[in-house]
């Protein structure tokens, strides 16, 4: 893989922390949460003990009803994970530009903001600014991934923010570690570039070329990190009062991806799963067979006692009396005869059949196909379970996605709306603030704001 580091000498410090022993801990976690014993005298009282459960309350719209989100993000990057938070309840209100309405009617402006309340700003204009001001008081959280130094020209940074709101929690996520990269721009690619994920992918060490991959979730899993660090601050509020500064980057995810890559402390390789040179899997065992009729099978057949099972599944006593592949160690040492003395077992079988023999014995399998993702939407068992949302917005049609991506039993979020067009709800948001019909009039024929 290729070299490269963080710059910051405190995460160098605690990458080389000493890890606890198996148990090291034990007496200290007993003393702290001691358990009753039957005659045994009382126990006393922890130290902190949990703070008692406050009354409850139904919340509608998820875990998060009542938090409200500026999202004033970028890209996929930065919304996504404001779509995240929404879908758990939040009530966000998507900042856009004025000259946002193409983005949010393509693709990934829609998929990024569904469920969300739109307001169109121009925040170099007074007006438009006053407007985000009196956001900013009802505000729980702002989240924005622009370039270093931007929000604080604009006189959002977090600094400014925090002396005069102290509860809010202000997220700034970016493409790269908060060092000498932090001012570049950054893209899922570039990020997985550094990362190293398409020179594990592309089997790079075989002498292959890197493997340009749009699946590694760089941007996505950067809204999936931020989303999770603004809980966890919410919390921390929640306990102390006070909120605080988070932040992320997509290199974050990127390197979360990579994270099955690692090496001795001494910087020396381990061996280690890795793809072949053909991209067709980590081992024998492990990867992949094109089947009759062009199909691919993925199989991970990794259980010793399972390999007379597979033996079995191919209709071929003959490899499993193979001396060469007599047991476990003898498949890793002679792993390229095995994947040859395979193929040609596959490719005489076709999908179904190949399929049925190894659910049959409880082998894992599945076949890689592009069609599950529409199945999603077509397949009326799939549709069933609710997890599609559908929405028809003006000048787009009508739209499909994947809803809520975790379930909660007690308090299970939803997406509570279509994609925000930019500007959509201005005119409500504004009443909200106290602007009365004239003024926000007004501030339309200004060009302050944009209204649809």
């Known amino acids: 893989m290729p070299a490269w580091s963080w710059s910051s000498p405190r995460r160098l410090a605690r990458s080389r922390a000493r890890r606890p022993g198996g148990g090291e801990h034990t007496a200290a976690v007993l003393a702290a949460a001691p358990v009753p014993v039957p005659g045994a005298a009382p126990v006393p009282a922890p130290i902190r003990a949990p703070a008692p459960p406050g009354p409850a309350r139904a919340l509608p719209r998820g875990p998060l009803d009542g938090v409200r989100v500026l999202d004033l993000g ?20 998507k900042v856009h530009a004025l000259h946002d309405g193409y ?18 700003l121009d925040l170099k204009d007074p007006a438009g600014r006053e407007v985000l001001e009196r956001l900013l008081a009802t505000a729980d959280v702002v989240a924005h991934n622009m370039r270093a130094g931007a929000a604080e020209r604009l006189g959002i940074g977090y600094d400014e923010l925090r002396a005069r709101y102290p509860r809010l929690v202000y997220c700034h996520t970016r493409g790269f570690e908060d060092g000498p990269r932090s001012r570049q721009p950054g893209t899922d690619q570039t990020a997985n570039a550094l990362a190293g994920t398409e020179y594990e992918d592309g089997a790079c060490r075989l002498g292959a070329p890197p493997m340009w991959s749009r699946v590694n979730m760089g941007d996505t899993g950067n809204g999936f990190l931020w989303a999770t660090a603004v809980i966890q601050a919410l919390y921390h509020r929640e306990r102390t009062g006070q909120g605080q500064k988070v932040s992320t980057a997509i290199i974050n995810a990127t390197l979360l991806a990579t994270s099955y890559a690692y090496s001795l402390a001494d910087g020396t390789p381990v061996d280690r799963p890795r793809i072949d040179a053909r991209q067709r899997g980590l081992s ?9 009729g062009d199909d691919w099978l993925s199989i991970a057949v990794l259980d010793e006692a399972a390999w007379p099972d597979l033996c079995e599944a191919l209709a071929a006593p003959e490899l499993l009396a193979d001396p060469r592949f007599a047991d476990a160690t003898a498949r890793v040492a002679r792993d390229t005869e095995l994947r040859a003395a395979l193929e040609p077992l596959f490719a005489r079988r076709d999908a179904d059949d190949v399929v049925a ?13 592009d069609t599950f993702g529409a199945a999603l939407f077509t397949d009326p068992a799939l549709r069933a379970l609710g997890d599609v949302v559908t929405a028809t917005v003006p000048g787009v049609g009508t739209l499909e996605q994947a809803g ?8 299970p979020g939803r997406v509570p709306g279509p994609p925000c067009l930019a ?21 339309v024929e200004a060009r302050s704001v944009l209204a649809l």
């Not at 009617?105 to 829609?110: K, V």
């Not at 500007?423 to 501030?443: K, M, Q, S, V």
């Open 74 to 93: 970028l890209g996929v990057a930065g919304p996504w994970g404001a779509k995240v938070l929404a879908d758990l309840g939040a009530d966000v209100i």
């Open 103 to 120: 983005w949010t009617r393509t693709h990934m402006g829609l998929a990024t903001n569904w469920g969300k309340r739109s307001i169109a």
């Open 284 to 292: 024998a065992l492990h990867g992949l067979y094109r089947l009759a």
């Open 357 to 369: 023999a190894f659910e049959k014995r409880d082998l894992p399998c599945e076949l890689s196909v």
């Open 404 to 411: 809520v991506l975790v379930s909660l039993a007690d308090n």
């Open 423 to 443: 500007g959509e709800h201005t005119r409500a948001i504004l009443a909200e603030l106290g602007y009365d019909a004239a003024a926000a009039a007004a501030l």
